[in-house]
């Protein structure tokens, strides 16, 4: 009851700031955008590639290309619906009306990730359905094995990078100091480590190689990754928890 | 009814509050006050349980306020008026806040009557003045009706029409049979809105009374004595016999003297005594501001010193004279009893030994918080007459003062103010 009321509060926090449409529209855009953009590019390529690239040619994968980028829109919608509260100083006037804290925080971030859930799973169906159209003949149907796990694990993936960076902000209680370490980590820091030899098999267990695993249906060539498409969003998942309990405990712990 | 015991809160090595126990009662206005720094809102923020007390604690109502079932219909606070989120409605915010507390929207629209802010109710907080952001931060506080309110600093960037209205509401409220505890660092608004105060400096309780009590305990009465105008070696005979004799003097601004330390009837005996006539003598009580100034001087964290403007100043050319000061021009502290002392630090000697140390023509004043015991308040009551009495009244025509006998009887003003 106490929590139903917390939940309503938070979504009217929520649905009424102008950031909530802006991030999460342009996560919908840049993300279903760039996927139909590198799906026709890829296209066109096609016929150029080596036949072991023909062969590893994942047309499901191809059409998520764009969550690389809109992944950071939802991870400044999820810094935002927490660390707004602190940069404003609203968490003072929250947490003296809820003053149990942890209903106040998991109130947030449910309302946030129902809200991330749909919009991303919106966001995955549409940009595979228009994806697949930019391919042609090469297209994947929702139908072949492996397909429509890939389609929701997209939207999935969306929805926990939101939720890991809502944890993230809650921690460090700060939307800039939250967006400056999270957008060059996801943008930049861990495809570096994931792609660079030496630091690959560190790399690949970070929260984003590991969860994108699940859009993938085509397996590459001599791939010797250890986990599968559900153990890696697995490992994603973890991450998420790391992140809302330390973020949890920041909340309880510290004066607001 | 909020009671704190023993409250304490350290940041680091830095204490913000120490060893603080006070109550708050119903049905009245209880005023907290102390200069900017002194843990008022850091206070405020430990009974709101959003600080963690370092050690003692604070109850609302015998409860920790964490632990209070649905706080926000017992307690309404205002803590910052800027702590909105600038791009929500007004009215999204307060119906946000109260959706927490499960109270219905139709409230949300009262108290955006009540504050006056029903015509921007749309609008985003973010355009807002600093009065507008506090009559939001009241409606907010008032929301969930609660017996127990707080209030830090409640009047800040209000225009006087909504001071007005801010003191009579928490008169109303009060009256109401409710706890209102507000912040504030000016005496003179709290001294005609509250009923109790309470004054911290420091993080320390300095005192814990009603305002009547802190009116007569704490306004250092003074006599006003001015002799003829014509003759400023009059005035400066009567600061040396008056000194001799134990009292303190400080020169005011129109030539009179502001004598502390002596009851009318001795100061009109050494008049007489040292042959000087008086044209004025006369008893006059320290404002409430000024009693608060004595009070937390020895407590304020941030003190400005006087502006010497040396960075400024060219080198002046050789056997040039600097220009000299204007007599009661930026001279600091002109307003309470324990007097300035020499060069820009007015208040520095307060701490020292009283009694009247090399502390030049003023005499040295009393250890902060602890106000000298005042000579007039036993004496007063039986008013001296026949020979005691105020020298006799000179005839009506009086000279304009002469602006010259400040620097005059004050010699060492003008060298010590650069």
């Known amino acids: 009851m106490a929590t139903a009321q917390v939940v309503r509060s938070e979504w009217t926090k929520i649905r009424s700031v102008a950031s909530t449409v802006w991030t999460l529209s342009l996560a919908v855009v840049v ?36 969550t690389s980028l809109g992944q950071l829109a939802m991870i400044v919608f999820g810094v935002l619906v927490v660390g707004n509260e602190y940069s404003s100083g609203m968490i003072r006037t929250s947490l003296a009306a809820v003053p149990r804290r942890g209903s106040f925080l998991f109130s947030k971030i449910a309302v946030a990730t129902a809200l991330a859930f749909v919009v991303a799973m919106i966001t995955s169906f549409a940009t595979f359905f228009l994806g697949q159209a930019m391919l042609g003949d090469l297209k994947a149907s929702i139908g072949d094995p492996g397909v429509l796990r890939a389609v929701i694990g997209g939207g999935l993936y ?64 001599d791939d010797d990754v250890p986990y599968g498409p559900w153990g890696g969003l697995g490992i994603m998942v973890l991450w998420v928890i790391v992140s809302l309990i330390g973020g949890y405990v920041v909340l309880k712990r510290r004066d607001a | 009814m909020i009671e704190a015991v023993g409250l304490t809160k350290r940041y680091g090595d ?51 306020y964490r632990k209070l079932p649905n706080a926000a219909r017992h307690v309404g ?30 409230r949300v629209d009262e108290v955006l009557g009540v504050v006056g802010l029903q015509d921007v ?96 305990a704490n306004s250092a009465d003074f006599a006003r004595v001015r002799t003829p105008d014509s003759e400023p070696q009059l005035r400066e005979k009567l600061t040396g016999a008056l000194t001799e004799a134990g009292g303190h003097v400080l020169p005011e601004q129109d030539g009179a003297l502001r004598v502390t330390g002596l009851p009318l009837p001795r100061i009109s005996d050494i008049a007489h005594g040292s042959d000087v006539r008086l044209w004025e003598l006369s008893p006059h009580q320290a404002s409430l501001e000024e009693a608060y100034m004595r009070m937390t ?25 600097p220009p000299m000061p204007v007599p009661g021009q930026g001279q600091p502290g002109w307003y309470a009893p324990p007097p300035p002392q020499q060069g820009g630090q007015p208040f520095a000697a307060a701490q020292g030994a009283p009694g009247h140390a090399p502390a030049g023509p003023y005499g040295a004043p009393a250890a902060p918080g602890a106000p000298p015991a005042n000579p007039y308040a036993a004496q007063q009551p039986p008013r001296p007459s026949g020979p005691a009495a105020p020298a006799p009244a000179p005839p009506a025509a009086s000279p304009a003062p ?8 004050n010699p060492t003003k003008p060298e010590d103010a650069r």
């Open chain 2, 77 to 106: 606070a205002l803590l910052d008026a800027k702590a909105v989120h600038g791009g929500r409605a007004a009215r999204n915010h307060l119906l946000s806040l109260a959706q927490l507390s499960g109270i219905p929207a139709r």
């Open chain 2, 121 to 216: 109710a749309k609008r985003r907080s973010k355009g807002f003045s600093l009065g507008m952001g506090q009559r939001l931060g009241i409606a907010a506080a008032l929301l969930g009706d609660p017996q127990v309110l707080l209030f830090d600093e409640p009047v800040n960037g209000l225009d006087p029409e909504g001071i007005h209205w801010v003191r009579n509401l928490m008169k109303a409220l009060a009256a109401e049979g409710r706890t209102v505890f507000v912040s504030s660092h000016l005496m003179s608004e709290m001294a005609l809105t509250a009923d109790h105060l309470i004054v911290i400096g420091r993080g320390q309780l300095l005192a814990d009374m009603s305002v009547t009590e802190f009116i007569s």
């Open chain 2, 297 to 321: 001087q020895g407590a304020v964290d941030y003190r400005s010193t006087a502006d010497q403007k040396a960075g400024l100043q060219q080198p002046l050319p050789p056997g040039a004279q």
């Open chain 2, 402 to 409: 002469l602006p010259a006998s400040a620097p005059v009887t």
């Open chain 1, 31 to 66: 993300t279903i955008a760039l996927g139909m953009l590198i799906s026709a590019l890829s296209k066109s390529e096609f016929d150029g590639m080596s036949e072991r690239d023909q062969l590893a040619f994942d047309p499901t994968f191809i059409s998520f290309a764009g």
């Open chain 1, 158 to 221: 969306m929805t926990l990078i939101a939720m890991f960076s809502m944890g993230v902000a809650a921690m460090l209680r700060s939307p800039m100091l939250s967006l400056g370490i999270l957008m060059p980590f996801f943008f930049l820091i861990s495809n570096i480590l994931g792609n660079v030899p030496a630091t690959e098999k560190v790399g690949r267990f970070l929260p984003d190689q590991a969860g994108s695993r699940i859009m993938q249906v085509v397996t590459p060539v």
């Open chain 2, 14 to 64: 830095k204490t913000a509050v120490y060893n603080l126990s006070f109550q708050v009662r119903p049905g009245a206005v209880t005023g907290f006050l102390g200069p900017n720094g002194s843990g008022k809102s850091t206070t405020m923020r430990m009974i709101l349980g959003l600080d963690n007390p370092t050690a003692g604690h604070v109850t609302i109502g015998g409860h920790p």
